[in-house]
């Protein structure tokens, strides 16, 4: 029976699947002591921040988006309460299906200002202030407080601003929260209390997936949407009728479009045109909600292969790809050396380009580090592993197909 197997399947044999199982479980052990080495901080910190689909994005920040016709940006700028209060009258006016408003109105100023500030707040139920989530307790995993605006604010709805990161402000934003639970209630980010508003089916197919970060599918930076400067709303000649039945996102997009961006509100994204050596952040928190906004309404989600699958199919790639390089070996020994560097590297450079186009063109993301690392520390792992085998077989005589040939 063995030998039939052999002759039909002749790279199925137990010393591969020993082989690529032992690797794994060196790549493992190899990746546990090196990110808790105090040593590899500064490698483990430029790590935790890269991924292989920035350039991709990056790549896309130098082309001209699709403008996303669905949501308008709203500047604020710097203006005073008053002007706000403006603001809002102009863009009620045209008669908007939903306003969401990415800033706080902290403490109670001018009683008249703020009245009428109020006023033009509550003056429908279509507007969703910002609020955000501090103080996660360590051993909970819980939020434990609630920032908003002074309750003389309160407009009667509400979406948390917190964006994803270790550290957002120096942290790339990839990823956000659906929902979080605070104190037994449920809240939503802006975006999704937005999107609950103006498209129920698409909030409940949110919903259904029922994840706890989704990554976001970025469409581009303020050119990707319809947008208003702080001034422009004022201007008669504005012809703000394109704002019917429309999302509106006021928030803060720079002192104005003819400034150069500064560092309020403002974070680091996948559309930064410089991956290394970053100085800038290149996206304001507004724009970046309309991402997110943008890739709802659209049913635009990249879903992401589950660790335990990454693993499955890496550990079968694997296999054969041990089962192959031992048959190049045992062919020609002087002409694999000389020829596996080159093989590596384009192997290399064709998985990361196979999985950019699964992630331009089905929206799926596949963590690369599960196949790469194994492959770049095969020969290294094979030297000692042979090494193992020959003190094993001097007191045990075995039978492998990796002992050294005599």
């Not at 909970?140 to 964006?163: A, R």
């Not at 560092?263 to 970046?288: F, K």
């Not at 699964?358 to 690369?368: A, H, L, P, V």
Request: glycine fraction near 4%; charged fraction near 20%; hydrophobic fraction near 45%.
């Amino acid at each position: 029976m063995k030998k039939k197997l052999n002759l039909l399947f002749p790279w199925l044999k137990v010393d591969y699947l020993v082989v690529t199982f032992s690797l794994f479980i060196s790549v493992s052990i190899l990746g546990v002591i090196t990110f808790n080495l105090t040593i590899f901080d500064p490698i483990k910190k430029a790590l935790s921040d890269f991924n292989f689909a920035d350039l991709l994005y990056s790549k896309l920040s130098s082309t001209q988006e699709t403008i996303d016709t669905n949501i308008v940006l709203v500047n604020i700028g710097h203006l005073d309460r008053s002007m706000i209060a403006e603001q809002i009258r102009h863009i009620r006016k045209n008669n908007p299906k939903v306003i969401g408003f990415d800033g706080f109105f902290s403490v109670r100023r001018d009683s008249a200002v703020d009245a009428l500030l109020v006023d033009r707040l509550k003056e429908s139920n279509n507007f969703i202030m910002a609020c955000y989530l501090t103080g996660k307790n360590e051993l909970t995993g819980k939020f434990d407080s609630l920032e908003t605006s002074d309750p003389y604010f309160n407009s009667g709805n509400s979406g948390y601003v917190n964006l994803g990161g270790a550290n957002p402000e120096i942290s790339t934003v990839r990823t956000f929260s659906p929902r979080e639970v605070f104190k037994g209630r449920t809240l939503y980010p802006l975006s999704v209390s937005l999107i609950k508003r103006f498209d129920p089916p698409a909030f409940s197919n949110l919903m259904k997936r029922n994840n706890n970060r989704e990554v976001i599918n970025y469409r581009g930076n303020k050119n990707a949407y319809i947008t208003f400067d702080a001034s422009e709303i004022f201007d008669s000649a504005t012809d703000l009728t394109i704002i019917k039945n429309k999302i509106v996102l006021m928030g803060y997009i720079g002192e104005s479009f003819q400034s150069p961006p500064d560092l309020e509100d403002i974070y680091y994204t996948p559309m930064n045109s410089e991956l290394s050596g970053r100085s800038r952040p290149d996206m304001y928190g507004v724009v970046i909600h309309a991402n997110i906004v943008s890739m709802i309404l659209n049913g635009n989600y990249i879903n992401v292969m589950p660790a335990w699958l990454c693993i499955l199919y890496s550990f079968i790639f694997c296999y054969f790809y041990i089962v192959f390089i031992t048959w190049l070996n045992a062919r020609n020994p002087l002409l694999f050396n000389v020829v596996f560097p080159v093989f590596l590297l384009v192997l290399n450079v064709l998985i990361i380009y196979i999985f950019f186009m699964i992630y331009k063109y089905w929206n799926y993301s596949i963590n690369s580090g599960y196949f790469l690392a194994p492959l770049l520390l095969y020969k290294t792992f094979l030297t000692y592993y042979e090494r193992v085998l020959l003190v094993i077989n001097r007191r045990i005589k075995i039978k492998s197909v990796f002992l050294p040939k005599k």
